[in-house]
């Protein structure tokens, strides 16, 4: 504890009296200052106790020592000790009022008690408290190293709650709350992750406060991590601001987490690249050699139906799309395999019906509704987001997945989609995929033969060939439909031949006719 005004009163040696504001004397003492200025208020920056003799001060006039007390207490000052038997014998009554009705403590030196005994003694307590604070600081970066080797950051931040006689929780890099201490902290946490959102917004390290007085308690946020984008935060709720001791133990605290982050991005890299061999593995058909180097760190992925995704998406969003599908996982304990292709393409198997998948098609949607209403207010985003999802499938169908979750990606690109499932386009149908340009075009030189011909007045080839399609070649039905007769259909359908120079005995050319024809089917 620093020194207060009451351990200076019960120092044996010192001998000093109060004289007014007797309540007031457990505030701290920061220094202790000897001023004979008529107005020290300039020099004062809170928390002094002024020694005076009153050498220039008119110590007998009421209104001048009211005024002299007043601009004390408003410069912050915690105590005046007034030296008897210099100038005054005693303390005047004047000043003993105006202290009493300021509220402002008012201790009595006598004449043998020099102001240097006081300084010395305000000196050696703030030294004192110092040492204690940092022999404190010490035993707690010990405490709190000892937990994390031990036990994990789960033991240090049940260490640092402790310390700080608080509580204490750590964020991941998407800003979930990944471990608490206290765990009844668990809810405080978790309304902060907007705050820890904002602070991870910012270059590492960053830390911010957030409540106060009129809270349910304070709370500093620190981000972890030494890169541009941190990737963690820690955050220390306690009832008030942390004392020296306590900042010891933050500190220690955030550099252990922060190496313990580094170290964990080494380890990631390095999974990373036992995670680039599993899936060239298993895309060359290889289950076997896939589960004997994956081991024990994706073993368990390959044992069960999972997902291949692959996505186009270059810095921040793919930065982003990992961070989502990592945390995920991390959280639910599953295993996920991400692995990034080229500059702006990454690739992630995780487990079907998961967390990791789970996460991804959230962001997708997030991402989906961002983009819609930027198109609505006329704006657009830098970045686009493109996904495409293979169905579930095993170590032996990986390189089939593979090829479903690209062609689920290129659709989506056609589309202008964020995300597209394989299973979507399997169980819908195949025309909206015919909305391209390449293929209308196709289709317009395929059958602009046909729509010259109707235009001079001379047939209704077009209605004729779709009705016949349409039935199947049905000569009757498709005939009946048109309203003729079967042979009027006869020829029509010889005249479509002579002018296209195609076959319709051929399967292929009734194909790409019928599908040329649902392709301009909105003219």
């Known amino acids: 504890m620093p020194p207060t005004l009451a351990s200076l009163v019960h120092h044996s040696a010192l001998k000093l009296t109060v004289r007014a504001g007797e309540g007031r004397l457990d505030v701290p003492v920061r220094w202790a200052h000897v001023s004979e200025l008529a107005d020290p208020v300039p020099y004062m920056e809170g928390g002094e106790l002024l020694l005076i003799t009153a050498l220039k001060l008119d110590a007998e006039d009421p209104q001048a020592m009211r005024r002299y007390v007043k601009r004390l207490v408003g410069a912050g000052v915690v105590g005046l000790g007034f030296a008897v038997g ?87 890099a998407s800003g979930a709350v990944v471990a608490t201490a206290p765990e009844w902290a668990g809810r405080r946490a978790a309304r902060l992750t907007a705050e820890v ?89 290889e289950p076997d050699h896939a589960r004997a180097v994956a081991g024990d760190l994706y073993g368990g992925l390959l044992d069960a139906p999972f997902r291949m995704l692959v996505a186009d998406a270059g810095g921040e969003l793919r930065a982003g799309l990992t961070e989502v599908v990592e945390s995920a996982a991390a959280r639910s304990g599953e295993a996920v395999l991400v692995v990034p292709e080229g500059e702006e393409r990454l690739v992630v198997l995780a487990a079907d019906g998961g967390a990791a998948v789970t996460a991804c098609t959230e962001y997708a949607a997030a991402r989906e509704a961002a983009r819609t209403a930027a198109g609505e207010q006329g704006g657009g985003e830098d970045e686009e ?6 169905a579930p499938a095993g170590p032996t169908g990986a390189a089939a997945a593979y090829k479903q979750a690209e062609q689920a990606l290129s659709v989506a690109r056609r589309r202008g ?21 390449a293929v209308r075009a196709f289709a317009d030189g395929l059958l602009r033969a046909l729509r010259e011909h109707d235009a001079t007045g001379r047939g209704d080839l077009v209605a004729s060939l779709r009705a016949w399609l349409s039935r199947h070649g049905q000569w009757d039905a498709a005939a009946a439909d048109l309203g003729v007769h079967r042979h009027t259909l006869r020829y029509r359908m010889r005249r479509v031949e002579e002018i296209l120079g195609r076959s319709l005995d051929d399967p292929d050319v009734r194909m790409e006719l019928w599908l040329a024809l649902k392709a301009t089917s909105g003219d």
């Open 86 to 172: 210099v100038n005054y014998d005693e303390i005047p009554d004047a000043l003993v009022d105006a202290a009493e009705k300021e509220g402002l403590p008012l201790l009595e030196v006598p004449r043998r008690t020099p102001f240097l005994a006081i300084s010395k003694a305000v000196s050696a307590a703030i030294a004192a408290d110092q040492y204690r604070a940092v022999t404190a600081g010490f035993a707690a970066q010990r405490e709190l190293t000892r937990q994390a080797l031990n036990a994990g950051p789960e033991g240090l931040l049940s260490a640092l709650a402790a310390q700080v006689d608080g509580w204490a929780a750590l964020y991941d």
């Open 197 to 285: 959102e904002r602070l991870r917004e910012r270059p590492a390290p960053a830390s911010s406060v957030v409540g106060g007085p009129d809270h349910e308690d304070r709370v500093e946020l620190h981000s972890l991590g030494t890169g541009r984008r941190p990737r963690a935060a820690l955050a220390v709720g306690t009832a008030a601001a942390l004392g020296t001791a306590e900042r010891y133990a933050v500190h220690s605290a955030i550099a252990l987490l922060t190496l313990t982050t580094e170290r964990s991005r080494s380890l990631h890299a390095a999974e990373q690249r036992v995670g680039e061999a599993v899936l060239r593995m298993l895309l060359a058909g």
């Open 385 to 390: 987001l493109a996904v495409g999802l293979s």
């Open 417 to 437: 989609r964020v995300l597209v499932e394989h299973e979507q386009l399997a169980s819908g149908s195949v025309l909206p995929l015919l909305a391209d340009d």
